[in-house]
T-cell receptor, first 110, second 113 residues
Framework: QQKVQQSPESLIVPEGGMASLNCTSS?????YFWWYRQHSGKSPKMLM?????GEKEEGRFTVHLNKASLHTSLHIRDSQPSDSALYLC??????????FGKGTHLHVLP | SVLLYQKPNRDICQSGTSLKIQCVAD?????MFWYQQFQEQSLMLMAT?????????ESGFTKDKFPISRPNLTFSTLTVNNARPGDSSIYFC??????????FGPGTRLTVL
């Protein structure tokens, strides 16, 4: 069973719109989450990380974490066509193992 | 941060052959990780390699099929033995700095005919 589940699988938003991506872990040992972005043909690059309850904002990107439910979400405001990519959620279950979800394909239409 | 380089960028090989993928870090790192990714899907952790010890493999990946060497703190090699078309994917090496942010190499795209 996938320990990190992401939804939706695919998301289409208009340019300037808000994109909201979700991620939940079923492993109670998870203590840290990351969001990665992977453009087609490229390697994943970290966008944001979060390990405390609450919200963290960096520019157009906001990430939320609810540790009780092990749910994190990524919100992209004023979405741009260049934001079109695969967004991967990752969770750390111990000091050395990081598990990735299946990802959300985001398409921003100009 | 750490920069990771992989060689080759891509490879095409015949079924039944073996190939090696090299990963070099621009600084010493404790652990190197190898991931497999099929056509823009999830990154599957294959194994964790620490210097001087045998790699630890995840479920579905074996030492016989994917032997990994880690001779020093900046280098690792992944071998794909008896390659099959189902092994066609992108292989990434990865490492972490300070236990937090994870960095990835550019990937090696493998096609097995």
């Amino acid at each position: 069973q996938q320990k990190v589940q992401q939804s939706p699988e695919s998301l289409i938003v208009p340019e300037g719109g808000m994109a909201s991506l979700n991620c939940t872990s079923s492993d109670r040992n998870v203590d840290y989450f990351w969001w990665y972005r992977q453009h087609s043909g490229k390697s994943p690059k970290m966008l944001m990380s979060i390990f405390s309850n609450g919200e963290k904002e960096e520019g157009r990107f906001t990430v939320h974490l609810n540790k009780a439910s092990l749910h994190t979400s990524l919100h992209i405001r004023d979405s741009q066509p260049s934001d079109s990519a695969l967004y991967l959620c990752a969770a750390r279950t111990n000091a050395y193992k990081v598990i990735f979800g299946k990802g959300t394909h985001l398409h921003v239409l100009p | 941060s750490v920069l990771l380089y992989q060689k080759p960028n891509r490879d095409i090989c015949q079924s039944g052959t073996s190939l090696k993928i090299q990963c070099v870090a621009d600084s010493q790192v404790v652990s190197m990780f190898w991931y497999q990714q099929f056509q823009e899907q999830s990154l599957m952790l294959m194994a964790t390699a620490n210097e001087g010890s045998e790699a630890t493999y995840e479920s579905g990946f074996t030492k016989d099929k994917f032997p990994i060497s880690r001779p020093n703190l900046t280098f690792s090699t992944l071998t794909v033995n008896n390659a099959r078309p189902g092994d066609s994917s992108i292989y990434f090496c990865s490492s972490r700095v300070g236990g937090y942010e994870q960095y990835f190499g550019p990937g090696t795209r493998l096609t097995v005919l």
